[in-house]
């Protein structure tokens, strides 16, 4: 099995914090880029946060509006991938996704089933 698994959802008060897990099952993580990506109710899907490999360290990206409240990270030891949500907003509340992209051979794409973050008072 070739899955990413998705865990460290729930129910958050505004301004709480949530860290999301993405395990790599069945395949190194390290070789792929990993993005996180969120839907809420009656909108499209929207790209979150992504991070990749280069030749001398890391790239991240963050929508406009996680900047500076989102943080995405791997651990190569646990073959995790994390994000990690400060400051959450009603508006942050939606079903969150692990993609992993092989950075050259992209059509080994991979997506997990997600888990749903509700932040509510």
């Known amino acids: 099995q070739v899955q990413p698994v998705e865990s460290g959802g729930g129910l958050v008060q505004p301004g709480g914090s949530l860290r999301l897990s993405c395990e790599a099952s069945?395949?190194?993580?390290?070789?792929?880029?990993m993005i996180w990506y969120r839907q809420a109710p009656g909108k499209e899907r929207e790209l979150v946060a992504a991070?990749?490999?280069?030749?001398?360290?890391?790239?991240?990206n963050y929508a406009d509006s996680v900047k500076g409240r989102f943080t995405i990270s791997r651990d190569t030891t646990k073959n995790t991938g994390y994000l990690q949500m400060n400051s959450l907003k009603p508006e942050d509340t939606a079903v969150y996704y692990c993609?992993?992209?092989?950075?050259?051979?992209?059509?080994?794409?991979?997506w997990g089933q997600g888990t749903q973050v509700t932040v509510s008072s």
């Open positions: 993609n992993a992209v092989h950075r050259i051979l992209t059509r080994l794409d991979y």
């Open positions: 069945g395949f190194v993580l390290s070789s792929y880029t």
């Open positions: 991070i990749t490999s280069t030749g001398t360290g890391s790239t991240t």
